[in-house]
């Protein structure tokens, strides 16, 4: 069993920058694929970045590319998702999820743990 939870989202303006994280807890956070997810009122759970276990491989949802950074820290059980040059289309809650498996996992139904999400809103 693993326990996710997400922080760091707020209310900002369209070009500023926030970093989130996911604080994870139980088994070995090190053996996880981690994800990030976001839902916006009236609309599905979209891909927004995805992370190996090691680290060494990173996919990004087009509409992110460039701007979002996905990173891990496995010494503080705990996933980052910096993101940049933020727009009002970015305005959802955020969640963080976990798999454990060795590759890159880019779809919402392929992970065994969610934790309850962070607001992030983005004025224009």
């Known amino acids: 069993q693993v326990q996710l939870v997400e922080s760091g989202g707020g209310l900002v303006q369209a ?5 989130l994280s996911c604080a994870a807890s139980g088994r070995t956070f090190s053996a996880y694929a981690m994800g990030w997810f976001r839902q916006a009122p009236g609309k599905e759970r979209e891909f927004v970045a995805a992370l ?3 680290g060494g491989l990173r996919r990004y949802a087009d509409s992110v590319k460039g701007r979002f950074t996905i990173s891990r820290d ?3 059980n705990t996933v980052y998702l910096e993101m940049n040059t933020l727009k009002p289309e970015d305005t959802a809650v ?3 999820a976990a798999r454990a498996t060795t590759v890159v996992v880019t779809t919402a139904d ?3 743990y969610w934790g309850q999400g962070t607001q992030v809103t983005v004025s224009s």
């Open 15 to 19: 070009g500023d920058s926030l970093r």
């Open 110 to 112: 392929r992970y065994d």
């Open 94 to 96: 955020y969640y963080c």
């Open 52 to 54: 190996s276990w090691s």
């Open 74 to 76: 496995n010494a503080k």
